[in-house]
C-alpha cells in the first residue's frame, strides 16, 4: 500500500445525530487549521447513513454552527445519503468476488464473543435476503503510525473479526462509507476523535483491498469526563453555543495544546481561526485531555 503524497485534502465529518459538542469542535478545529496552516483544502461532509439515529434539523444546527464559528470549507458539502449507488456498487463487487459473505446472526447469538465476530456463517453459504453483509478479514496485523497517538496495530482476525459492511436492514456500514467517500475525495489526511482509533486499521484493509492510497491519520485526544464517559453527543455534553463561539474556540485551542496568547481570549472567531493557521504546531497535541483541562465553565 502507498501513502498518499499529493496536496493536502483534509475533511470533517459530522453524523447529524444531534448538535455540535466541545469533542466535536476540538476535531473540526485540529482537522480545518491542520490544512489551512500548510495552504490545504477543507472538505465538508454530512454522513447521515443511519437515519434512525438522525436528530431533525441536526443537519442545519451543525452548518449553522460551524459557520458562525469562523469555519469556511471548500467545494460544496457532500452527503452521504447521496451516495448509496457507489456503496451498493462495492458492496456486490466483494460479495460476486468471494471477499464478503451474507451473515444472519442475530445479536443474542453473538453475545459472549467480546464483540469479535466468530465466523459463524464465513462458510454457511447464505442468500443476501434479509442478512447483512460482512468483509472476510485475513488473520493478519494491520498497522500505522499515528501523528499523535504514535504507533498503532490490530490484528483483524483475533481482534476484530469479519466485520459488517451492509447491515441486515439494508444500511451501510461506517467503515464502507468512510473509506469509499475518502478515497473519492481525494483525502490525503484524516484527522478526527480517538474513539476512531481502533476503526482505522479495518480502514486500512478496505483500502487496500480496493487499491486506494493510504491517508495520513491524526487522531485527537478524547475529552473525558471525571467519572470516564468521554464528552460526547451521548452523555448529555452540552451543545456548542453560538454566542460563546470565541470563548469555546480559545478552550479548544488549548486542549490541543495551543499557546494562544491571552489577549485573543475574545477576539473574533475569524481572528482565532487565523492565528491557529499561522502558529499551528501538530507536535504539541496531547494524546489525552480531560474536562477539568477543558473546562467548559
Known amino acids: 500500500m502507498h501513502v498518499n503524497t499529493g496536496a493536502y485534502v483534509g475533511r470533517f465529518a459530522p453524523t447529524p445525530s444531534g448538535n455540535l459538542h466541545f469533542g466535536s469542535l476540538v476535531a473540526a478545529l485540529a482537522s480545518y487549521v491542520d490544512a489551512r496552516s500548510v495552504g490545504g483544502r477543507w472538505l465538508l461532509r454530512m454522513e447521515d447513513i443511519d437515519p434512525p439515529r438522525e436528530v431533525p434539523g441536526a443537519q442545519d444546527a451543525i452548518l449553522r454552527t460551524l459557520e458562525s464559528y469562523g469555519f469556511e470549507w471548500d467545494g460544496q458539502l457532500v452527503r452521504q445519503s447521496d451516495r448509496h449507488a457507489h456503496y451498493a456498487a462495492c458492496v456486490e463487487q466483494l460479495f460476486s468476488q468471494g471477499l464478503a459473505y451474507a451473515c444472519t446472526c442475530s445479536r443474542k447469538q453473538l453475545e459472549g464473543y467480546n464483540g469479535i465476530y466468530p465466523g459463524l456463517c464465513r462458510n454457511a453459504g447464505h442468500t443476501r435476503i434479509d442478512a447483512a453483509i460482512r468483509l472476510r478479514v485475513p488473520q493478519l496485523t494491520y498497522a500505522f503510525t499515528d501523528r499523535v497517538q504514535g504507533e498503532f496495530d490490530q490484528h483483524l482476525g483475533n481482534e476484530v ?113 487565523s492565528w491557529a493557521t499561522a502558529h499551528w504546531d501538530a507536535d504539541k497535541i496531547p494524546r489525552t485531555a480531560t474536562l477539568d483541562e477543558a473546562s467548559l465553565v
Not at 246 to 265: C, D, I, V, Y
Open 161 to 273: 473479526g469479519d466485520f459488517v459492511i451492509q447491515r441486515r436492514d439494508a444500511l451501510y456500514a461506517y467503515q464502507l462509507a468512510v473509506v469509499l467517500d475518502d478515497a473519492w475525495q481525494g483525502i490525503t489526511d484524516i484527522v478526527r476523535g480517538a474513539d476512531l482509533l481502533d476503526s482505522t486499521p479495518r480502514q486500512l484493509y478496505l483500502q487496500e483491498l480496493l487499491g486506494f492510497s493510504q491517508p495520513r491519520y491524526l487522531h485527537v485526544p478524547l475529552i473525558v469526563q471525571p467519572d470516564g464517559n468521554k464528552l460526547g453527543k451521548s452523555y448529555r455534553s452540552p451543545p456548542l453555543q453560538i454566542e460563546q463561539a470565541s470563548a469555546f474556540l480559545a478552550k479548544a485551542l488549548r486542549t490541543l495544546g495551543q499557546e494562544m496568547p491571552l489577549e485573543l481570549n475574545n477576539a473574533p472567531p475569524k481572528e482565532l481561526l
